[in-house]
């Protein structure tokens, strides 16, 4: 990495934004330190074991939460780990009672040394499975650490068949792709639940479900064992519930989650309170887990216009990386997102793509960044469209990025074709091949296009974020101070699942978790 | 085993397409590319892109599903080469089985003005890291240039005492070089040459089965590289001395 900024950045203003960055966020970390959510609590007993579904589908872990309904303020692991005491059942047979009709709210409660015991018994069990799974990513990547890419070449498949995406992530792997996402179908972010087992029906893309998961990851374990390199999944840690993904992410090796602190809050209008609860929680695992999140600052672009808008980006990405810290989590898990989605019209729109994608670079060094590519302004003209896409691709390689999420030439039209796939990643290597050492060539004219770009957005960024800092960040939602989207703090879906934490709330995984991220108050 | 395009669903029968239309772009242009589209025998056709490219045409890109299959087993295709030797296999197996160079003579034959095809395979330097012809210790490679009319490449051919004769065909347009290579074939027949010398074409439109169905001995496409040629040429020749 550079040392010395090209665009001639201020230290002082960068510290400066960061300051106002943890302003604004350590209120909303109050709040979130004193409350739990329906979802923590579910993926709070899947990570104890929860697992599976009844005859009508309906998850176990929601049974069990909806058997504690009344008493969540006080946790739900009490609750289970009682009914695996008492039973002295293991989980998997516990988990069949649950779904066939037992009760776990109604069983007489055992000694509290029993429950702990139980309870450290079942978090060392956990934590032996997530080390493990981080132990074999690292070998794996260390293995074919020569055949690692830069920025790493990230494409999504999206078929509604696990079956179907599959042959789909095989097909890419095999052609370069070092990262497959999974897209989620329509409306998951908005189910209170994870559905079970294997799907082959979504739309516009395929349910996150733990099955799917281990579906998709056996495929790409074997894949990469062809390519001799390790290829990394996707999936979504967002919406309602947001938590428990990133549990089943956590327990089934993905690699990385898209996560953002306030995408649910302002796209999918669930509400902020559990929101950035929710966000907290998962984030401790993702950390556990040392999952590399991808935050969702796209969006701010494709909703708004991307030149009078780039400082809400900046702004938002600090804000990514303030709640991030407060979970534990270590900037090298931290794929704070940016897009390139200036109007192709645009006279020198390329350099403000440029001059905007080196600052974030140059203000999060040490951050696996993650460029993305058109898409609002992409159409049925794919000809077009490949070529804007290389100019991202241009822009993405000549800013070391990390993580480079591929345009498709048919973004416009549908979910990828296999071929689509191809050529996105054949352009891509192309350009990267071409400029592989442009980056270290170049330097920009002092009061340049570009140089006063950067220094414009960072100063706008400053403004707001005080702004924000002043206001709070409820209320600088409320009124519609991010991608021009108001959202009332007590409205929105899954407010009715806060809860204010008892002075007696149990959670042995929140313990662990924050022993082991070395967060614990 | 039938097979259909795949999009993202295996026989979804998706296909890309693009095209222009002599018409005005509109509307009604847009609903002709479609109706046209379905017409060619395609389902659920989509005009995803129309443009004008002019007052009186407009370009199109569509996308569609088409119903029909083909049993892919019953397609009947080889290759020239199956397993390609290298550049010292080649002239090991030269040594060991003529005890002597081999001759090659190669144009780009007709009208055609494209020498890239032909020097790729002959020339000394050869083509994104595999040599040329010219460069196999045990070939005596002539390489005639462009525009050589059939007969004198022929004569040419008869004089080296050649063993094989390679023409290069770039430019198809009008199936120009159909008639060009029927044209040597005949030539080459009348003047009871045929037997004299392994035949051999090259270009990006050409595959082995046209080629060989041309009268030529086998045909190479885009990808090939002259230790594929060469590799034929020696095996095709070890098989015709064999024979006699």
């Known amino acids: 990495m550079a040392t010395g900024s090209k665009l001639g950045l201020s230290k002082t203003k960068i510290n400066k934004a960061r300051a106002l960055a943890r302003e604004v966020t350590g209120p909303v970390q109050e709040f979130i330190d004193g409350h739990t959510t329906v979802t923590i609590e579910r993926a709070t007993l899947r990570l104890l074991g929860a697992d599976g579904a009844n005859s009508d589908g309906a998850p176990v872990p929601n049974l069990a939460a909806e058997q504690c309904a009344g008493t969540l303020a006080d946790g739900a692991a009490r609750h289970y780990i009682n009914a695996l005491v008492k039973l002295s059942k293991p989980p998997e047979e516990l988990n069949k009672e649950i779904a066939g009709g037992l009760d776990i709210s109604k069983i007489e409660p055992t000694d509290e040394k029993r429950i702990r015991a139980k309870a450290a018994e079942l978090t060392a069990g956990l934590d032996k499975r997530l080390s493990a799974n981080v132990a074999h990513r690292a070998r794996k990547l260390k293995e074919g650490a020569d055949k690692a890419k830069a920025p790493l070449i990230y494409v999504i498949v999206a078929t509604g068949n696990i079956y179907e995406d599959v042959k789909q992530a095989r097909a890419a792997a095999l052609q370069g792709a070092d990262i497959i996402a999974v897209i989620r179908t329509t409306a998951q972010s908005l189910l209170d639940y994870v559905p079970y087992g294997a799907t082959t029906e979504g739309f516009g893309g395929t349910y996150a479900t733990q099955e799917n998961f281990r579906i998709m990851r056996s495929a790409l374990d074997a894949a990469g064992a062809q390519e001799n390199r390790y290829i990394r999944l996707v999936n979504y840690c967002s919406g309602l519930c947001m938590p428990e993904i990133a549990a089943m992410g956590a327990m089934e090796r993905l690699d990385m989650m898209l996560n953002d602190s306030m995408y649910g809050i302002l796209f999918r209008d669930i509400n902020m309170y559990r929101t950035f609860t929710?966000?907290?929680?998962?984030?401790?695992?993702?950390?556990?887990?040392?999952?590399?999140?991808?935050?969702?600052?796209?969006?701010?672009?494709?909703?708004?216009?991307?030149?009078?808008?780039?400082?809400?980006?900046?702004?938002?990405?600090?804000?990514?990386?303030?709640?991030?810290?407060?979970?534990?989590?270590?900037?090298?898990?931290?794929?704070?997102?940016?897009?390139?989605?200036?109007?192709?019209?645009?006279?020198?729109?390329?350099?403000?793509?440029?001059?905007q994608a080196l600052m974030a670079r140059e203000i999060f060094p040490g951050h696996p960044l993650k460029y993305m590519p058109p898409t609002k302004f992409m159409t049925g003209n794919i000809f077009k469209g490949y070529a804007m896409n290389t100019l991202f691709n241009f822009v993405s390689k000549a800013t070391n990025q990390s993580i480079e999420l591929l345009g498709m030439l048919t973004e416009a039209i549908h979910t990828p074709y296999l071929q689509d796939r191809a050529l996105a990643i054949e352009n891509a290597l192309y350009v990267h091949n071409n400029i592989a050492d442009f980056f270290n060539e170049v330097e920009f004219k002092k009061n340049g296009i570009m140089v006063g770009r950067a220094k414009a957005v960072l100063d706008e960024t400053i403004a707001m974020l005080a702004e924000v800092a002043g206001r709070g960040l409820f209320d600088a939602i409320e009124t519609g101070m991010f991608a021009d989207i108001k959202r009332p703090r007590n409205g929105g879906k899954g407010f009715d699942g806060v809860f204010e934490k008892s002075p007696g709330y149990y959670n042995p995984v929140e313990d662990y978790l924050k022993k082991k991220l070395k967060i614990a108050k | 085993m039938f097979i259909k395009p795949y999009g993202d669903t295996l026989d979804d029968?998706?296909?890309?397409?693009?095209?222009?239309?002599?018409?005005?772009?509109?509307?009604?242009?847009?609903?002709?590319?479609?109706?046209?589209?379905?017409?060619?025998?395609?389902?659920?056709?989509?005009?995803?892109?129309?443009?004008?490219?002019?007052?009186?045409?407009?370009?199109?890109?569509?996308?569609?599903?088409?119903?029909?299959?083909?049993?892919?087993?019953?397609?009947?295709?080889?290759?020239?080469?199956?397993?390609?030797?290298?550049?010292?296999?080649?002239?090991?197996?030269?040594?060991?089985?003529?005890?002597?160079?081999?001759?090659?003579?190669?144009?780009?034959?007709?009208?055609?003005?494209?020498?890239?095809?032909?020097?790729?395979?002959?020339?000394?330097?050869?083509?994104?890291?595999?040599?040329?012809?010219?460069?196999?210790?045990?070939?005596?490679?002539?390489?005639?240039?462009?525009?050589?009319?059939?007969?004198?490449?022929?004569?040419?051919?008869?004089?080296?005492?050649?063993?094989?004769?390679?023409?290069?065909?770039?430019?198809?347009q009008k199936d120009v070089h159909i008639k060009n290579l029927t044209e040597l074939i005949e030539l080459a027949e009348a003047e009871k040459l045929r037997d004299k010398f392994i035949m051999v074409v090259g270009g990006p439109r050409v595959n082995n089965k046209t080629a060989c169905e041309l009268g030529y001995d086998a045909g190479f496409g885009s990808g090939t590289y002259a230790e594929h040629v060469a590799t034929f040429v020696v095996k095709k020749l070890q098989e015709r001395l064999g024979g006699r």
């Open chain 1, 278 to 355: 929710d966000q907290f929680f998962s984030r401790m695992i993702n950390t556990a887990a040392d999952i590399v999140i991808n935050t969702g600052e796209d969006n701010y672009l494709t909703t708004s216009d991307a030149i009078e808008k780039a400082h809400t980006v900046l702004a938002s990405q600090l804000i990514n990386e303030q709640f991030a810290k407060s979970a534990g989590m270590p900037e090298r898990l931290m794929g704070l997102g940016h897009a390139f989605e200036i109007n192709p019209d645009t006279k020198n729109g390329f350099l403000y793509e440029y001059a």
């Open chain 2, 13 to 172: 029968g998706a296909v890309q397409l693009s095209f222009t239309l002599p018409i005005p772009c509109g509307g009604k242009a847009r609903e002709a590319a479609k109706l046209y589209v379905q017409k060619l025998g395609f389902k659920r056709a989509e005009i995803v892109h129309a443009a004008a490219m002019s007052d009186d045409f407009t370009f199109f890109v569509a996308y569609a599903r088409t119903e029909v299959s083909l049993d892919y087993d019953k397609v009947e295709y080889a290759e020239a080469v199956e397993k390609c030797l290298s550049m010292d296999e080649v002239g090991a197996f030269i040594k060991t089985t003529f005890r002597r160079k081999i001759v090659i003579v190669g144009a780009c034959t007709g009208s055609d003005a494209h020498t890239v095809g032909i020097d790729a395979i002959m020339n000394m330097k050869g083509y994104n890291h595999h040599f040329g012809l010219e460069r196999y210790p045990m070939i005596e490679a002539f390489n005639l240039g462009s525009q050589v009319p059939n007969e004198k490449l022929l004569e040419y051919a008869k004089q080296v005492k050649a063993d094989a004769i390679l023409v290069s065909q770039i430019v198809t």
